[in-house]
């Protein structure tokens, strides 16, 4: 069983002995889930067997056992950020990031579009996730994070930035409407947007989170954009636009400072 699951860990998986940070992008291959959940759901809230997510659960623990206790949220499209540590880790608040200086605590965050967002500062060892859906990057939950993790004593310069697979420019076609709200909210917006169809554009989120954590003091070089367009390649990834919008899988991004 663990070695079907092995191959959902690469080539996204980031590890870093000398930081003491293990982290990954998974993908949706190495699971017993089957239909649009096929097949390594990890989600129990999308209508999936239960007892599918539990062996999915059971065989990504065996496949990264340093993982640790995990820390979830209730993920609602805000800017909300949690701190999380040993005593709450079982607390599931409404908030889409979480921050944590707590060795062995992972940080968990679920997507099938939207960008999953992975900070770390090895040298002030503060770690944060966070869940960016295009409601989100207009809340500004990238300079949320950025700011959460300050408050942990992580300065933004010292932080660096993978953003995960995601649904990418080529695919990403939203209402000319909201591509102008992003325009007027979002400085540097409208660089990132090309026409679509008549009444609608495509929109670039990595690229405008990117120009967000530059922003919120983030060095460039400092982010990583990891992964393909979760649409194009939904054989590999969870896509709500490619299921048509119907209730799929969702993907696991995770992030965690191990103990030396």
């Known amino acids: 069983a663990t070695a079907g699951v092995v191959p959902i860990l690469r080539p996204w998986q980031r590890r870093s002995e000398d930081c003491a940070v293990v982290a990954g992008f998974l993908g949706r291959r190495g699971g017993v889930s089957i239909g649009a959940y096929a097949s390594m759901n990890l989600s129990e809230h999308v209508g999936d067997d239960p007892a599918s997510v539990e062996e999915n659960w059971r065989r990504l623990r065996a496949a990264v056992a340093d993982i640790g206790p995990l820390a979830r949220v209730n993920q609602v499209h805000g800017n909300v950020v949690r701190v999380a540590t040993r005593e709450n880790v079982s607390d599931r608040p409404r908030a889409d990031g979480i ?56 300065p933004a310069g010292s932080i ?32 990132h947007t090309r026409a679509g169809r008549e009444g609608k554009a495509y929109l670039d989120l990595r690229a405008i989170l990117r120009d967000q954590l530059i922003a919120a003091g983030v060095a460039a070089a400092a982010i990583e954009s990891v992964g393909p367009c979760t649409r194009c390649a939904c054989g590999e990834y969870f896509s709500r636009r490619a299921a048509g919008g119907i209730a799929t899988g969702l993907q696991m991004s995770f992030v965690a400072l191990r103990e030396e």
């Not at 859906?133 to 994070?145: D, E, P, T």
Request: hydrophobic share 50%; proline share 7%.
């Open 99 to 154: 921050v944590t200086r707590e060795p062995n605590l992972a940080l968990a965050i679920f997507t099938a579009d939207c960008v999953p967002i992975l900070l770390v500062s090895p040298r002030h060892r503060v770690v944060g996730a966070l869940h960016a859906g295009w409601r989100g990057v207009i809340a500004g939950i990238a300079c949320q994070g950025v700011a959460a993790m300050a408050q942990l004593g992580a």
């Open 160 to 191: 660096r930035v993978a953003l995960g697979p995601s649904i990418g420019p080529c695919c990403f076609e939203v209402d000319r409407d909201l591509a102008d709200r992003f325009a007027a909210q979002i400085p540097g917006s409208a660089g």
